[in-house]
């Protein structure tokens, strides 16, 4: 299967949920797009010990009321996977960039990270 290209379109939608999670106080400890190998397509990934809290379903329906409540329409919104804090792949993302001053922006690609093989990303936040 080919994969699609992240547009500009989507970096922007991808810092409009990060923002929408800010301003609904869900803090979030990894943020990025990443093309990920087992689903064949871009996924939105977040991990955050706020939505580790109450189980995977609760954080969905927080996150979702967030992009709701940020006007981000359910047409609009992208394919998320909320990642607990412990799984290998955020672990391994905070070990590498945690520290960094800033890795908004920054792309990573074509390496094993963790327990997932990530083709290609963009990170608006790791802490």
């Known amino acids: 299967m080919d994969k699609t290209a ?16 800010d301003a609904a106080g869900i803090e979030t400890n990894a943020a990025l797009w ?6 064949e397509d871009w996924r939105f990934v977040l991990a955050s010990r706020t939505l580790d ?3 995977l379903r609760r954080g ?4 979702n009321r967030a992009t709701d409540a940020a006007g981000i329409a359910i047409d609009r919104a992208p394919s998320i996977l909320i990642l607990k804090m412990t ?3 955020i672990r391994e ?3 590498l960039f945690g520290r960094s001053a800033n890795v908004n922006g920054i792309r990573l690609g074509g390496q094993l990270i963790g327990n997932r093989f990530v083709q290609e990303a963009y990170v608006y936040r790791i802490a």
């Not at 992240?6 to 999670?21: E, F, N």
């Not at 990443?34 to 689903?39: F, Q, R, V």
């Not at 969905?60 to 996150?63: D, I, K, N, T």
Request: charged share 30%; proline share 3%.
């Open 53 to 55: 809290r109450g189980g």
């Open 87 to 89: 799984d290998p792949f």
């Open 6 to 21: 992240l547009v500009d379109i989507d970096v922007s939608l991808g810092d409009d949920v990060v923002k929408a999670l």
């Open 34 to 39: 990443a093309w990920l190998s087992e689903y």
């Open 60 to 63: 969905y329906e927080m996150v």
């Open 93 to 95: 993302l905070r070990r």
